[in-house]
């Protein structure tokens, strides 16, 4: 329960159709009509990695407010980035890939964006993965300080579309999800993360 209102938040992984469209319809409202990414045309964003992927879904009493994407395996940047990835980790390695996070604009000022990103290290971490991956925009400067307040490291840069974006430079990033010192950092900063949506 959070807020004025009380309302009740939820964060679900989700199987259902019906729930993977209400994700699909999220991305578009944010990353086409809010961001003013390249419209592929309808009104629903999907690709071919989302077949096999693990579709968190939160929500605010029951209305759709916020996504993220699993990716076990990380497909998607070995598709795009390869030699970086093989460069950097060990043969073996468990490794989860994040993207497409969103929260729909109505809910940015209450606990669905820090609650998402609590469970983008609890998940992986009690699954037995070794690294969660991810890719930001390299011109995004905000944004990578903020990746790396929560832990996360730089090991390369690729020029490619992804999170549905034209192709621009990105950093390729990662959590040793596994380390000490990682988790650490992780519970001290994220109880400040739902302090400062509180306070808003």
Not at 156 to 170: A, N, Q, T
Request: proline fraction near 7%; hydrophobic fraction near 40%.
């Amino acid at each position: 329960m959070f807020g004025k209102n009380k309302m009740t938040c939820e964060l679900r992984h989700v199987v259902k159709d019906s729930e993977i469209q209400d994700i699909f319809n999220m991305r578009y409202e944010v990353f086409i009509s809010g961001m003013g990414r390249p419209d592929p045309g309808g009104s629903a964003l999907t690709d071919v990695f989302d077949p096999k992927a693990i579709h968190v879904l939160a929500s605010v009493d029951a209305t759709p407010a916020g996504s993220i994407r699993f990716l076990p395996d990380a497909p998607q940047l070995y598709t795009l980035a390869g030699k970086e990835m093989e460069a950097f980790f060990k043969k073996g390695a468990r490794l989860l890939e994040i993207n497409c996070f969103v929260v729909r604009q109505q809910f940015r000022k209450s606990k669905v964006g820090p609650m998402i990103i609590r469970h983008n290290y609890l998940y992986p971490f009690k699954t037995g993965y070794d690294h969660i991956i991810a890719a930001a925009p390299a011109s995004h400067t905000r944004l990578l300080t903020y990746y790396k307040r929560l832990g996360w490291r730089p090991f390369g840069r690729g020029h490619f579309s992804y999170d549905f974006s034209e192709p621009c430079d990105w950093i390729l990033l990662q959590v040793p999800i596994r380390s000490p010192l990682v988790m650490l950092r992780f519970w001290l900063l994220l109880p400040l993360l739902f302090a400062l949506k509180r306070g808003k």
